[in-house]
């Protein structure tokens, strides 16, 4: 786990120690390491020391060839067991006495060294003039000792050292996983707050106050935080809710409106049949029965009449048509639009093979909706380009999918008549229509179905186009 | 010093029979570091005083007692050599080294010499016996001492318990 993840806890106490073991060890070396220094120092004084208080025992032996009473003074060294060797040598540098008396002659230096006392291959050893005080130099003094002394002190103090240090660490441990506390408990109340707010979006937690340093500070400012989201929420669930009731009530509304509006089309259209069918049928029966009986002027007059109330009959069945989308029920499949769209084609072609018109219909497009209402706002759409192409040099019409307001569109796209966008947003209404009958036939209810259908399957339709170059109408599903 | 170094050397391996005047000549020497003289009566004791090492009767040093001492100092005290015939001509003396050639005056000689802060040496036969404070014994290869403390004591000479420590002492024979 990186150092950077690990508990704030962990890491106070792993510094505490690290400082507090530092600084014991630190100490712990450098004792040691006076001690170590002071040791030899002392040993080697003392051994000087002794040597001197040797040295004046033997100076007569020497002086006067006393080998006897020479091992007689060297054995007294009996005393310490540390000392490993000692040796006198005369004036001319040569062996006189050892102690031990019988140790082998290898064991210690040949002639004496310069005066002085070193350490060197793990022991202490050195010479020492012998002489009468004022007196000439009467001969060397050699004695080594081992540092078993040393070791053994500091092998003492060594463990001593040791378990105090384990002592201390121990302590060490202890009162700073106590102390740390102080720093880290209100950190830990205000990470366990932070964390019931984000984990259950609970705004109504506070953090429990922490005194006024800096973590402090960090709690009511973390406090004053949650305060302003609890209360924004509250603000925004408010807004929601009247909202939402604002809509509901709307769509109400709405939907009160339009089942209004689709009853009274079903019902006028209806009540409107009857009469017209009259129309129709006496002016049929003028026109077949008493035609010997009228002149042209009334024959004409009759056509027209008929005429009329043909027309009137197909607006009326529009409307019916419309209404009935309006409330017929919906069923969502996965719809083939481009093979609707060739279906739609070549019945157009079919139905008019005299006109050559050029389709563009884009291979594999899709849409979920209700296949027969989907069927007939493709044909209202394609009806009108091919309508509208009437009189174009080149028709062509186009079926596609486009990139349109941040979102995928189906497209219609004719290269006809078109329209002046100044009149776009009474394209989808009911009977409005942007040409004349002489110009172009049509009852100008088709795009108020198309815009019905789509709407019933929450798209949205629009449409952008130039006066005698074409139109595109664009829709979403 | 370099003659008393071979002294001893030779005297410690043995290589030879290392001449008996050297080595003694060399023990002459080195009594003086292990004797204190008492200050003369009077005067304040003159610490340059040279230290007089005498030889009464034959000289059998030969060359050994002169190379032994020139040049040597006890503290700020020169070595002098001096040779006597009769007692009667000793005057300041420190050492004495009475020659075995007198051995049949010795009494005399120590009577005389009673009571003067004098340190006698010998390697006449029983000398410590008859009142000589040192005397110098031959045996086998090694030179022995033998002290008579109570005749130096008398003398007023002190002398060191590192010297009595290497020798034997002897109690002269009461009569």
Known sequence: MPLRDRPIQQKLTAILLLISGLVLLLTATAFAGYQYWSMRRTMRDMLAVRGRVMAANSTAALAFADVTHAREVLSALRADPHVLAAALYDQDGRLFATYPADLPVTAVPATPGPDGYAFARGRLAGFQAVAEAHGPRLGTLYTASDLDAIYDTFRLSGMIGAAVLAVSLLTAYFLSAALQRAISAPILALADTARAVSGRRDYSVRAPPAGRDEVGVLTDAFNQMIEELQRHATELEQRVAERTRELEARAAELLAANTELDAFAYSVSHDLRAPLRSIDGFSQVLLEDYAERLDDAGRDALNRVRAASQRMGTLIDDLLKLARISRAEMRTELVDVSAMARDIATELQRAAPERQVEFAISPGLKARGDAPLLRVALENLLRNSWKYTGKAARPRIEVGLVEANGGRAFMVRDNGAGFDMQYANKLFGVFQRLHSADEFEGTGVGLATVYRIISRHGGRIWAEGAVDQGATFYFTL | ?175
Not at chain 2, 33 to 55: K, S
Not at chain 2, 139 to 151: F, G, P, T, V
């Open chain 2, 1 to 175: 010093m370099a003659l008393l170094t071979a002294l001893l050397a030779s005297l410690l391996l043995q290589t030879g029979p290392a001449p008996e005047y050297q080595v003694k000549a060399v023990f002459l020497f080195n009594f003086a570091q292990f004797v204190d003289w008492p200050p003369p009566a009077g005067a304040v004791a003159d610490t340059a005083a040279p230290l007089v090492i005498g030889i009464l009767g034959d000289d059998p040093f030969g060359p050994f007692l002169d190379a032994t001492v020139r040049g040597e100092r006890r503290g700020a005290r020169p070595f002098v050599l001096r040779r006597y015939e009769n007692v009667a001509d000793i005057e300041a003396c420190d050492i004495l080294f009475i020659s075995r050639s007198e051995a049949k005056r010795m009494p005399a000689i120590l009577a005389s010499l009673k009571n003067r802060p004098i340190l006698t040496v010998s390697d006449a036969d029983r000398f410590a016996e008859r009142g000589g404070m040192i005397r110098l014994v031959t045996d086998r290869q090694r030179i022995r001492l033998e002290i008579n403390l109570e005749a130096a004591q008398a003398a007023r000479l002190t002398l060191s318990s590192k010297l009595l420590s290497v020798a034997a002492i002897v109690t002269p024979r009461r009569r």
